[in-house]
């Protein structure tokens, strides 16, 4: 399970950590440093959605190769409303020739899902929702469709063991960021203590 870190620490990513590009978070520098297959692009809704910034994001970033996903702008919480903004984002998303997240919120349903429409999902919502018993059955499925599975906020060993059990691709959290050289080589130590027992039924 990849983890994907925002801002610009100078933490060493080694294998299984890449980036996470935030609008107003990033740096020049980033570009370069972007590995195919082992980055992203996150829209900021949870914090405060800048539509200026998210689409200089969009355009700064489109070209380099191996964009995991990004996340089309949602409602924290919302899924009604989050719905009701993804045709015109994803449009914009596919636009610029990058696949968008459809971010799941409190509320959804598997049949709201747009899942022919080659996308990505990034699990967000409330905690209740995103350990919940909805959250892991559309992880579920999206895995059985073959669909990328992004999880956010995900700060401590258990709700990292807990998503790497449900089958998720990658996660984010901002413990990462705010303390890298501290929290970042956890994820090493949970890595190898999971790879050490057998996985729950949860």
């Known amino acids: 399970m990849l983890l994907l870190v925002s801002g610009a620490t100078q933490t060493a990513r080694g294998d299984g950590v890449g980036h996470l590009i935030v609008p107003t978070q990033w740096s020049l520098k980033t570009r370069a440093d972007l590995r195919p297959g082992q980055w992203a692009i996150d829209n900021f809704a949870f914090k405060s959605f800048d539509t200026a910034a998210f689409l200089r994001t969009l355009e700064h970033f489109h070209d380099v190769p191996g964009c995991l996903f990004a996340s089309a702008p949602d409602i ?7 719905r009701v903004q993804w045709p015109f984002w994803s449009k914009v998303i596919r636009g610029v020739g ?22 990505a999902v990034f699990v967000g919502g409330s905690t209740e929702f995103k350990v919940g018993p909805v959250a892991r059955s559309l992880i579920g499925l999206a895995k059985s469709l073959g669909v990328w599975v992004h999880v956010g ?28 050289d501290t929290n970042i080589p956890k994820v090493a130590d949970w890595r190898a203590a999971g790879d050490q027992q057998p996985r729950l039924i949860q």
């Open 76 to 82: 924290v919480a919302d899924a009604a409303a989050t």
């Open 98 to 119: 990058l696949r968008p997240a459809f971010v799941l919120q409190d509320g959804i349903r598997a049949d709201q899902v747009p899942w022919d429409e080659g996308i």
């Open 153 to 180: 906020r995900v700060n401590g060993r258990r709700r990292y063991q807990l998503m790497r059990d449900w089958g998720a691709d990658s996660i984010d959290g901002s413990g990462f960021s705010l303390a890298p």
